[in-house]
């Protein structure tokens, strides 16, 4: 052969670019430069000479063989290719020290986290720092995404001189939650390269997935990977982590250490472990015989107990070493006469999981369901008089029967005061005890009735499904009338659709509708309000001001005689037509000063579930992971229950109440959490407030408000927060109605509340 040479080196010079560099010598004209060609896989990219000195060589009398040549962009744009120095007179290629393919080291990139089952990093290309990269997602060897690289990263941005936006994130499509292992591989598009900790296999349980999260991963497939908004929600959108044995297992290490802090509180209070014991309640565990036992032997031993206080154990059930000391203190206190804890299951394995976090003491919940079962601690006047009620009204089948209805009779029949709560996982089911979750058995709407009748209570009971038992308040033979009172500033397409279905739908025989018109300018709208104010029992009253929604429902009701008010947004529509009487059904009830609606979205997600106050330091919705028709939470979407507080989308009251604690505060929260600081103030002068998800509306929430916030509205959301948090200190509120154990997160229901050291107990 007689043109020898080697291409030595592919590699990046300062200022310069990608080079490939070596030497090539014809022996038959050795001070002739050998001319080049360099091709890839596509053809011919160009010619050059090996004309450069080369320290190497001294064939030639000046050693000029050398040659550097400079890559063109067709090579650099981020794929492999195969590149060849071809000798141009024969075509034959030169040898390589290294690799033919050419796949440079410019792109860099790394997957740093996978949580919530939504994977992020970063990924940079060092040619072009302030151009976002693009990645390519892989699932199982499909292809099932294109990701840009462009959410901000602060860290980047100083190292490689740029605009910073090199993070990506990318949540998991719903596909993946099947229980099996996925491999998800991460390329830079339209190469081999893949990113630093790629493949990686994942696996997700079938039961964290949320139905919201599926709701907006449909949307995603739907409406393409544009759908920016759907994919930042998707990013952020918590899984049902609860439902996650492994992340149970890590939380309860924490979870123990609350326990232990608890058990120490105790022990200082009572003066240390000698004498932990002295003047305590002495409290009795009781083993449940097995099924088909005999009730009258088993009635007669609980009759003749002489502890303080029994515990039912369930068959293949377990106490917290802790559960008795921290009872026992309880108990100790004036006039406690029931204890109960949170509750788990325990597999013959030992493997713990199904945990159940307990809202505080809620009468009207416990009805509905019985949510505390055998993890509790009955004093022993209620438990006898529980068993004389037993004993005077029902047949049980055998003896655990008959400890089912002794121990829910107690609960029934408890004055609130005398519950306690204790938010500690101290009761383990076994495996022979889960088969007994199901409670709400059709002798269970009979008992809940007996209840109702031994207290007065115009209510009736029957079964709701097979677990639930439902209470409808009866109205009084002529129900008071109510004034439904609806804002509204044009928009006449939300307005109408509102009000026709209130109007089409609404079964209540009494009530009439005021709306109030603040400042509408579309003539459609005003010829439908003219349209409105002839018809009977529909007035227009104006609002010509600047929006305050505090101030104007203040001045209708002052000005409106209807004993009941019903708070409705115009962008609102009823889906069931006895919701009026159900909300007012409770609403008559003395004790209570406030109720809301089960509220969804058009797709039938929940969009209000009752509010949680100290939500994100503040307050906001609570249920919204769940669909309309899911149960929730252990039923937590399908029950009737104390809330802190409800939306006034659809909120009804006393007038009477409402004026009593000054109305909504127009100063302070013009705009947002009038609601929550109204019901606050209720619960303040000794009023429950009731969510109930028997009233059933859509709510398209915010459709008159404007998407786009100016930084003003921005501004003074910010102080409505921050007065929120200076009168009700929300930033610290314990929620006596949700679980210390559940998150205070994005949704409620669906991850822990990784605890910190707590008091022994909380009054429920």
Known sequence: MAVQGKVEAVERLPGIGWVARGWAVDLEAPNEPVRLALAFEKGMLGEFKADLFHSGLAVAEDGRHGFAVKLPGELLDGRPHLIRILVRKDGTALAHDGEEIFFPQQLHGQIESLEHAALRGWAFNELAPNRSCLLDIEIDGRHVAMVPCDQPRSDLAGFLASDGRHGFRFPLPACVFDDRPHRVVIRFANTDRQLIGSPLEVRFPRGVLTARRRRLDQLVVERGIALEE??????????RLIADPATYSAWLEHHEEAIETALASVGAQSGG???????????????????????????????????????????????????????????????????????????????????????????????????????????????????????????????????????????????????????????????????????????????????LDRIGAPADAELDGPERVRVRWRLPASPPPVTLIVPTRDRVDLLKACLESVLSKTTYPRYDIVIIDNDSREPETLSYLESLARRPGVWVRRWPQPFNYAAMHNAVIEEISSPYVALLNN?????????????????????????????????????????????????????????????????????????????????????????????????????????????????????????????????????????????????????EVAHLRSKWRTETFADPFYSLNLTRGLQTHVDFNWPQPSSASDQA
Not at 230 to 239: F, I, K, Q, S
Not at 309 to 335: I, K, N, W, Y
Request: glycine share 10%; with cysteine.
């Open 230 to 239: 759907g994919l930042n929600a998707l990013t952020v959108e918590p899984l």
């Open 273 to 451: 472990r000698g004498g932990g014991h002295l003047g305590r309640p002495t409290v009795e565990v009781v083993p449940l015989p097995g099924p088909g036992a005999e009730v009258k032997e088993f009635a007669a031993s609980m009759a003749g107990i002489s502890a303080d206080a029994v515990v039912l154990l369930e068959l293949g059930a377990r106490l917290h070493p802790a559960f008795l000391p921290l009872v026992q203190s309880a108990l100790a206190e004036d006039g406690i006469g029931l204890v109960y804890s949170d509750e788990d299951s325990q597999g013959a394995d030992g493997g713990r999981g199904q945990p159940h976090f307990k809202p505080g003491w809620d009468p009207d919940r416990y009805q509905a369901f019985p949510y505390v079962g055998f993890a509790c601690a009955i004093a022993r006047d209620c438990l006898r008089r529980a068993i004389a009620l037993v004993t005077e009204v029902e047949r049980p089948v055998d003896a655990w029967a008959w400890a089912q209805a002794v121990v829910d009779t107690a609960l029934l029949s408890a004055a609130p005061e005398r519950v306690r709560r204790l938010p500690f996982v101290l009761y383990h089911r076994g495996p022979g005890s889960v088969e007994h979750l199901s409670r709400a058995v059709p002798e269970r709407a009979t008992r809940v009735q007996a209840h």
């Open 571 to 719: 962008d609102v529509e009823v889906i069931a037509p006895e919701w009026l009487e159900e909300m007012m059904g409770h609403a008559v009830r003395p004790e209570v000063g406030a109720v809301g609606a089960k509220l969804l979205y058009p797709d039938g997600m929940i969009q209000h579930g009752g509010v949680l106050v100290g939500q994100h330091g503040a307050a906001d919705a609570a249920q919204r992971a769940f669909s309309g028709d899911e149960e929730g939470y252990f039923h937590s979407a399908m029950l009737v229950q104390t809330v802190s507080a409800v939306t006034a989308a659809c909120l009804v009251c006393r007038r009477d109440d409402y004026l009593a604690v000054g109305g909504m505060d127009a100063e302070c929260f013009s705009v947002a959490f009038n609601d929550v600081d109204l019901c606050l103030k209720l619960q303040a002068r000794g009023r429950r407030i009731l969510w109930t998800p028997h009233a059933l509306l859509y709510h398209r929430e915010s459709a008159t408000r404007q998407t786009g916030r100016s930084p003003e509205a921005l501004a003074h959301e910010q102080r």
